[in-house]
């Protein structure tokens, strides 16, 4: 399997100058768009890993899946899917232009910004603070690594650039689907995003997704079988944003994305593979990470389709 990876890395590194960092949040355009990183955990709990794949990086979306699991463990499926609604499109099959339509919870994604935003709310904790601390903690177990920490700069850039999500947040707010702070629950969600980790912590919560809540080496059931098919499910259909239709075509497992380059990838009963190169496509997924799970995919024939 490391050989495998060596050559995927080999393969894919010069895909990286097809991409472009993510520059909204002035921090990420400081990383190196040349990284690239693989790591897998197979079934049977065998690390593998090639390139940068200890390098750590900003989270950034690929929390929203662990934001939805403490949401779920927290409040349980029926009140989570009344909140925060599960379609990629959210738009009816005849829709021409819905931006004047009523915004009801049908219409959010967990997978994309607003819904992520109005998962913070669901959170249990007396102050969004200890929402997000609760959140760290399940991030650190699921990634089986205690050190995990948030990225401060990262965070700061954020907090002084993220006027698109204080849109989004306001405007949750004037729907009536949020009903504290926007500032204080921007605050968890901007530091959600900036939780520092590697390919292997990725590839860790891959792997619990994969085998139904279990973690790797104790087997731990972290939280129940019904909710990794929920989150898996809606990686399937959205995890990669608008790319995720192109994405099942050429890999065909669920996944998540985020602007820090890096990819969760969780090929299930099989294994979980955390990615890192964080040259992005315009979609805002990372182009040579694509590759190399497009490469893997073929070579041990993971897709789901
Ligand atoms: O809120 C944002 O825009 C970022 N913190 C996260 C966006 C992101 O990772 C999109 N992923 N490809």
Redesign the pocket.
Same mark, same amino acid.
């Given at each position: 399997m490391k050989e495998l990876l060596e050559q995927l890395v080999r393969e894919c590194a010069p895909y990286t100058q097809q991409g472009q960092l993510?520059n909204?949040?002035p921090e990420l355009s400081k990383a190196d768009p040349r990284a690239i990183g693989v790591h897998i955990i197979t079934a049977d709990g065998q690390h593998s890993g090639a390139g940068r794949d200890q390098e750590r990086f900003?989270i950034?979306?690929?929390v &929203?899946p662990i934001l939805l699991l403490l949401a779920l463990m927290d409040n349980g499926m029926e009140f989570v899917r009344g909140r925060v609604g599960v379609e990629a499109t959210g738009k009816p099959f005849d829709a021409i232009n819905s931006s004047d339509q009523r915004l009801d919870s049908e219409h959010l994604n967990p997978m994309v #910004?607003m819904g992520?935003i109005a998962m913070c709310t669901l959170i249990h904790g007396d102050t969004y603070r200890e929402k997000f601390e609760r959140l760290l903690a399940l991030t650190r177990k699921l990634a089986g690594d205690e050190s995990i920490g948030v990225d401060e700069a990262v965070y700061l850039s954020?907090q002084s650039h993220?006027s &698109? #999500?204080r849109a989004l947040a306001y405007m949750l707010k004037s729907h009536g689907m949020l009903h504290d702070n926007v500032e204080d629950v921007l605050d968890c969600?901007?530091r959600a995003?900036?939780i520092s980790v590697t390919c292997e912590n990725l590839a860790n919560i891959g792997y619990t997704l994969a085998h139904q809540g279990q973690i790797p080496g104790s087997g731990e059931q972290v939280f129940p079988a019904h909710f990794a098919r929920y989150v898996n499910a809606i990686l399937t259909t959205c995890g990669?944003?608008d790319g995720s239709g192109e994405f099942a075509i050429r890999v065909g497992v669920p996944a998540k994305?985020?602007?820090?380059g890096g990819i969760m990838a969780v090929v299930p009963s099989r294994m979980g593979i955390g990615i890192f190169a964080p040259a992005?496509d315009a &979609?805002? #997924?990372s182009v040579a990470g694509t590759c190399m799970l497009e490469k893997l995919s073929s070579h041990l024939n993971l897709s789901i389709f």
């Open positions: 993510a909204y949040i900003t950034q979306s690929i &929203k #910004n992520a954020e993220g &698109k #999500n969600y901007f995003c900036s990669m944003y994305s985020g602007v820090g992005l &979609k805002g #997924n």
